[in-house]
């Protein structure tokens, strides 16, 4: 409770009243399951500063202040039967050229303003994934999913939803290993791979890129580099994949979360309810302080 209520006091909030209920609140939704979805946002649109253009490391994302929703798509695409209706694409694209400083893990964005880039990993999943996009329309916020091409190819229209959705969509790997003992080769291939499913999938070409576990080497940032992805890493990492408790998710995020962080989550990779249910806790613990949510572009 200590260490929830030292978070708080980082983000601003004033009363050990407040951490209490967020504590209450982050149990609470743990016990209902990860498909409760709250019944209101903890903000308005009002309560947040008036948006303007964003930052990114090279050019500005843009901001979704709380409550502007992307728009919405069809519910039919969460089925596995909306895959036989993929956009047409090609197989591939030219990629685009990088300059040496966009072929660098980004750790976070522009610290002068009070952005929080959310990005989610591993899946798409069916449990989770669903819960995870109606939060996030609930509250209006873009995030980016670093998707794995074996679990997309399994689950196409979660793909398509999450794109149609407004949010962007990156590239995770294939299978995804540690990068660092695999050669130029097979670097490629996990990456071209997975590139070419998801631009077949939703019309659109990945172009950021994360190493599984953000375990870099320099044959995987050339090879990124080669296919026009730039490369994401992240600064609050509430080590989630470990199950360690709504509470302990939850806090680990408010305590290190600052202007210009970029927030690790998962929603695949086994079960995500804990992280599901922090989700639903801190975000309009984040909300309430004035945080605006981006997808930065490439």
Same mark, same amino acid.
């Given at each position: 409770?200590?260490?929830?209520?030292?978070?708080?006091? @980082?983000?601003?909030?004033?009363?050990?009243?407040?951490?209490?209920?967020?504590?209450?609140?982050?149990?609470?939704?743990?016990?209902?399951?990860?498909?409760?979805?709250?019944?209101?946002?903890?903000?308005?649109? !009002?309560?947040?500063?008036?948006?303007?253009?964003?930052?990114?490391?090279?050019?500005?994302?843009?901001?979704?202040?709380?409550?502007?929703?992307?728009?919405?798509?069809?519910?039919?695409?969460?089925?596995?039967?909306?895959?036989?209706?993929?956009?047409?694409?090609?197989?591939?694209?030219?990629?685009?050229? @990088?300059?040496?400083?966009?072929?660098?893990?980004?750790?976070?964005?522009?610290?002068?303003?009070? $952005? $929080?880039?959310?990005?989610?990993?591993?899946?798409?999943?069916?449990?989770?994934?669903?819960?995870?996009?109606?939060?996030?329309?609930?509250?209006?916020?873009?995030?980016?999913?670093?998707?794995?091409?074996?679990?997309?190819?399994?689950?196409?229209?979660?793909?398509?939803?999450?794109?149609?959705?407004?949010?962007?969509?990156?590239?995770?790997?294939? #299978?995804?290993?540690?990068?660092?003992?695999?050669?130029?080769?097979?670097?490629?291939?996990? @990456?071209?791979? #997975?590139?070419?499913?998801?631009?077949?999938?939703?019309?659109?070409?990945?172009?950021?890129?994360?190493?599984?576990?953000?375990?870099? !080497?320099?044959?995987?940032?050339?090879?990124?580099?080669?296919?026009?992805?730039?490369?994401?890493?992240?600064?609050?990492?509430?080590?989630?994949?470990?199950?360690?408790?709504?509470?302990?998710?939850?806090?680990?995020?408010?305590?290190?979360?600052?202007?210009?962080?970029? $927030?690790?989550?998962?929603?695949?990779?086994?079960?995500?309810?804990? #992280?599901?249910?922090?989700?639903?806790?801190?975000?309009?613990?984040?909300?309430?302080?004035?945080?605006?949510?981006?997808?930065?572009?490439?």
């Amino acid at each position: 409770m200590l260490l929830v209520a030292a978070g708080m006091s @980082l983000l601003g909030l004033t009363g050990c009243g407040r951490a209490a209920e967020v504590v209450r609140a982050a149990r609470a939704l743990e016990s209902q399951g990860p498909d409760a979805v709250p019944d209101s946002p903890a903000a308005s649109p !009002s309560a947040a500063p008036s948006p303007s253009a964003a930052p990114s490391p090279s050019a500005g994302p843009s901001e979704t202040p709380a409550g502007a929703a992307p728009a919405p798509a069809s519910a039919a695409a969460m089925t596995p039967s909306a895959a036989a209706s993929a956009p047409s694409a090609p197989a591939s694209a030219p990629a685009r050229t @990088l300059t040496a400083g966009e072929s660098r893990p980004v750790y976070e964005l522009n610290a002068e303003r009070r $952005v $929080v880039a959310l990005t989610i990993d591993d899946g798409p999943d069916p449990r989770h994934t669903p819960t995870v996009l109606a939060l996030l329309e609930q509250y209006g916020i873009r995030a980016t999913f670093f998707l794995i091409g074996e679990n997309a190819v399994e689950h196409a229209g979660l793909v398509r939803e999450i794109a149609a959705r407004g949010h962007h969509i990156a590239n995770h790997t294939w #299978t995804h290993p540690d990068l660092r003992g695999l050669s130029e080769g097979k670097v490629r291939d996990e @990456l071209e791979r #997975t590139s070419d499913l998801l631009h077949r999938t939703t019309g659109k070409v990945p172009t950021w890129f994360r190493a599984p576990g953000g375990d870099w !080497s320099s044959t995987a940032l050339r090879v990124s580099a080669d296919l026009g992805m730039r490369p994401m890493a992240w600064s609050v990492d509430p080590r989630d994949w470990a199950r360690p408790g709504t509470g302990v998710i939850t806090d680990r995020i408010l305590k290190d979360v600052r202007p210009g962080a970029i $927030v690790l989550n998962h929603d695949g990779g086994g079960d995500r309810s804990q #992280t599901v249910a922090a989700l639903k806790a801190y975000l309009p613990v984040l909300i309430d302080s004035g945080y605006y949510f981006t997808a930065p572009p490439g």
